[in-house]
């Protein structure tokens, strides 16, 4: 039976993972792996698409090689980001990482053309100074000249698409993270794009995901030797593959995807925009099956990965998680999202300033920082959980915990222990295996997104936690809530 094969870009690095369909279960292997780095150019962070798009091939190659050409081919990717495309179809520039400074002050720029209440109502997204509304305010803040020169704009995954098939399409659980699109009216909001003096003719029709886009062309299908396969249009937005593949049963529960961000949220059938929604800075982002992804993004092992680099690159999350155990418990602190966290150049020293600035003791020693993180990252959930239940209605007794921080046993059982819920860990390849079988629907082999999750309960182990010791969250937990309040 031919395999389908994902390609997963990450903002550290990027595989593709073979998948086959074999009695309802899916079996997955990896196929190919690399680094994704970034460039620097001219001052500004770059992603080097060439060397991606490079990577995507060697990938289709080697398993037409060892396995045949599959079955169809689908592409996920982080959110946001962006190239620009002259009118002959040339990429201008390598687009630019969503972590570079060119955003700073973009928000406030652009609340002077359209008030901050009015997007939310447009768009129902999260304020994140790097969404591509504010990458694109900052362009015209800054008079960039690849405005004159601009005739489409192709989101991550629609570059790959691009030039693997030749089309030009979006994709619905991408371009509704990119602060463009009123998902209430399933179409790019004309006033956004009017307030941006910019054309809504750059954006390209939306497609849901399961959509065939396109075969690949006769010039890679000859150089990979895989033939013309079928292009599908997954849930490109590489968390929209991750919740998809959330092995849950029932409405009554939440999910995190967890790595360098933590997005956390319930699954609803249709937008949540409102005044609580707003207060409470939510996002409504697309979802397979006609889902609604109603969600906040939360600054996640990003914490712990930069410290890591700080650190000693070599030294393992095991060993930190390990360490961290022998640490004293609740002695620091922080909000997770405070924007000192965002890139600064030395995260121990980011979170020593905010535990000083905020009256607290300062960690000393990885195992006293790393215990700090965890800690703060579980009664973040909380907060999140608390905000999602108020504003959504939605009852949550279960929280479901995907994507590779779901490996990270201590933080999980930190997961359980602050919200009180039981916490279900993994699929650890959630996106992977979304991508998989997102693609299985559009070939016919998976029915239904209900179908999808019971392929996946019935494919992959998970780890169960039950919360211990409430009092000593309950008791730190009005801190912690103050800390996080005042960065809201």
């Not at 179409?187 to 886009?213: C, H, K, N, Y």
Request: with cysteine; net charge negative.
């Amino acid at each position: 039976m031919a395999d389908y094969l994902a390609f997963d870009f990450g903002a550290e690095s990027g595989r593709a993972v073979a998948g086959s369909l074999a009695g309802r279960r899916l079996r997955i292997r990896e196929a190919h792996r690399f680094p994704n780095h970034l460039l620097t150019t001219e001052g500004r962070l770059h992603w080097d698409l060439d060397a991606l798009f490079g990577n995507l091939l060697e990938g289709l190659q080697r398993h037409t090689a060892e396995s045949g050409a599959p079955r169809s081919i689908g592409v996920d990717t982080w959110g946001v980001d962006f190239g620009l495309l002259d009118a002959a179809g040339k990429l201008l520039e390598s687009p630019t990482a969503y972590r570079d400074d060119r955003t700073r002050g973009a928000m406030e720029y652009f609340f002077h053309k359209l008030p901050r209440r009015r997007i939310y109502e447009r768009t129902g997204v999260q304020f994140l100074p790097f969404n591509t509304l504010f990458q694109l305010a900052s362009l015209v803040r800054d008079g960039s000249p690849l405005l004159e020169r601009a005739r489409d704009l192709l989101f991550m995954p629609d570059l790959f698409h691009y030039r693997l098939t030749g089309e030009r399409f979006s994709e619905f659980t991408f371009a509704t993270t990119s602060q463009l699109y009123n998902p209430r009216d399933y179409e790019w909001d004309e006033r956004l794009f009017q307030a941006l003096a910019i054309s809504r003719e750059w954006m390209q029709d939306v497609v849901m995901p399961g959509t065939v886009i396109g075969n690949v062309r006769e010039e890679w299908a000859a150089q990979t030797g895989c033939g013309p396969v079928p292009v599908v249009a997954v849930a490109t937005h590489d968390t929209g593959s991750a919740i998809a593949a959330v092995p849950a049963q029932g409405e009554d529960w939440a999910y995190i995807s967890s790595g360098t961000w933590s997005l956390m949220g319930v699954e609803a059938r249709e937008p949540v925009i409102g005044d609580a929604a707003y207060e409470a800075n939510l996002t409504n982002e697309g979802g397979v099956g006609g889902r609604f992804r109603v969600l906040k993004n939360i600054t996640g092992l990003w914490l712990l990965q930069q410290c890591r680099r700080q650190w000693d690159p070599t030294r393992s999350y095991a060993d930190l998680a390990a360490a961290a155990q022998t640490a004293a418990p609740f002695v620091s602190l922080v909000d997770p999202d405070d924007a000192a966290f965002l890139n600064p150049d030395d995260m121990p020293t980011a979170i020593v300033d905010f535990c000083v600035r905020t009256g607290q003791p300062a960690p000393v020693g990885e195992a006293a920082m790393t215990r700090c993180i965890f800690e703060s990252l579980a009664l973040k959930y909380r907060f999140v959980l608390e905000q999602l239940r108020a504003v959504t209605g939605h009852e949550v007794n279960r929280i479901h915990v995907i994507g590779g921080g779901c490996q990270n046993e201590l933080l999980c059982q930190f997961t359980a222990d602050a919200t009180g819920l039981p916490v279900t860990a993994g699929p650890v390849e959630a996106t992977a295996i979304g991508n998989l079988l997102v693609q299985a629907m559009a070939m016919g082999e998976v029915e239904s997104l209900t179908e999808l999750r019971r392929v996946v309960r019935e494919s992959f182990e998970m780890r169960e936690y039950a919360p211990r010791e409430p009092a000593a969250w309950d008791e730190v937990w009005p801190r912690f809530r103050a800390l996080a309040a005042g960065g809201e």
